[in-house]
């Protein structure tokens, strides 16, 4: 299994190169980096003293001494988001990965009778399926990636694309640079979900019930998860 530090790095630099580019500007805001400085400016700054390397983990080190020295307060909030952002990574964010996954089987198992809750308890999980639906707005984010894609890209976007062999719509072979911005936009979203859903007021909400369907989950599907930590509860999802 790979180290937990090197996907972390690669997540950040992938998120660092793909936020140089001008086309992505019409996501900053869904993605709550609207009220910063120029993130593009930002984003691209690093991958410049970076000296544009082919192989992009080797951005991180110029990540890492602006992380340790933000030149602003602007610049540390960009550098805080994009270190703590979800890009798909399972390996690199196991808690928000596997939430992920088993909102879908929970899904599932209410509508088919699997997941066996008591009427208050299926109450709060849907109320909290739907927060989690609300916050990611994932039709309204894939409506912007389609602006993303269909305009025309400055010569600096045609450079870095070319660079790191990125090709929108290509989901086959994971080369869209837009994917892990569609990630990011749902760990995001669970993120707030959690932050926002009055868990100390909802005693009905079943803890323990989804952990157990979730570890079930892990178990059955072989999902890796860090040695020894228990499947987490959704308020630990930070």
Request: proline share 7%; charged share 15%; hydrophobic share 45%.
């Given at each position: 299994m790979a180290d937990r530090r090197t996907e972390n790095q690669i997540s950040i630099t992938d998120l660092v190169t793909?936020?140089?580019?001008?086309?992505?500007?019409?996501?900053?805001?869904?993605?709550?980096?609207?009220?910063l400085a120029d993130v593009?400016?930002?984003?691209?700054?690093?991958?410049?003293?970076?000296?544009l390397p082919t192989t992009q983990i080797d951005i991180y080190p110029t990540f890492a001494r602006h992380a340790e020295a933000p030149g602003d307060q602007s610049e540390a909030a960009f550098l805080a988001w994009?270190?703590?952002?979800?890009?798909g990574s399972h390996v690199a964010q196991p808690q928000v990965s596997v939430w992920l996954q088993l909102l879908r089987q929970v899904r599932n198992g209410l509508a088919s009778g699997t997941l066996a809750l008591a009427p208050a308890e299926t109450a709060s999980v849907r109320d909290f399926l739907s927060l989690v639906d609300t916050q990611i707005d994932a039709e309204a984010f894939e409506a912007k990636m389609d602006i993303v894609r269909r305009a025309t890209m400055t010569d600096w976007d045609q450079r870095i694309h070319m660079l790191y062999g990125y090709v929108y719509r290509d989901t086959h072979a994971g080369a869209d640079p837009l994917l892990?911005?569609?990630?990011?936009?749902?760990?995001?979203?669970?993120?707030?979900?959690?932050?926002?859903?009055?868990?100390d007021r909802r005693p009905d909400f079943p803890h323990e019930e989804l952990m157990a369907f979730g570890m079930k989950f892990v178990d059955d599907n072989g999902i890796w998860m860090p040695e020894k930590e228990r499947f987490p509860s959704l308020p630990e999802v930070k």
């Open positions: 793909i936020l140089s580019l001008d086309g992505v500007r019409p996501l900053h805001e869904p993605l709550g980096l609207g009220g593009t400016a930002m984003a691209r700054a690093i991958v410049k003293e970076s000296g994009v270190a703590g952002a979800f890009t892990p911005l569609k990630f990011a936009n749902q760990g995001n979203g669970i993120k707030r979900a959690v932050g926002l859903y009055p868990f």
